[in-house]
């Protein structure tokens, strides 16, 4: 159960029906039509962001954490499980580097060879922790995830 003085913000650059009608049933909840890397928020007004599986599809992955460092509040936090590159030279990485047109075209942007864990260490974040981890199935080794936070 949520505290209710909790309040969600959604944001999507694109919503589709299915989420819009989510956050409408949410209490407390809005959703906002906007890009990650232009935040329509104060600064240092948010406690905490949560990410997953979104940094591989915007535009400038590091002007999005820059706005995300910017609307946090000292002490906030960015939650995040993103997939990312696999280990250079390794089949993993080839296998991303021949998909990547068509995650690209058919969803929505997606890079599956972005080094995101060095974008979030680059980001300003005053520390970050972040593990390296493995999914299950077939996709599993195309994919590597890494899921952790960070502190503004």
Known sequence: MLHPGVQW??????????LTATVASRPNSQLLEASAEQLPLEDASI???ICSTVLCSVSNPAAA???TIRVLRPG???VFYEHVAAAPGSTSQRLQRIARPLTRLLDR????????ADTINRAG??????ETIRIGGALGGLAPVIHGHAER
């Not at 974040?125 to 972040?130: A, G, K, W």
């Open 47 to 49: 406690d905490a962001v």
């Open 9 to 18: 913000l959604a944001l999507e650059p694109s919503p589709r029906r299915r």
């Open 76 to 78: 906030g936090m960015l």
């Open 109 to 116: 942007g997606c890079d599956l060879c972005r080094d995101t």
């Open 125 to 130: 974040f005053s520390r970050v922790q972040l």
């Open 65 to 67: 954490l820059s706005e």
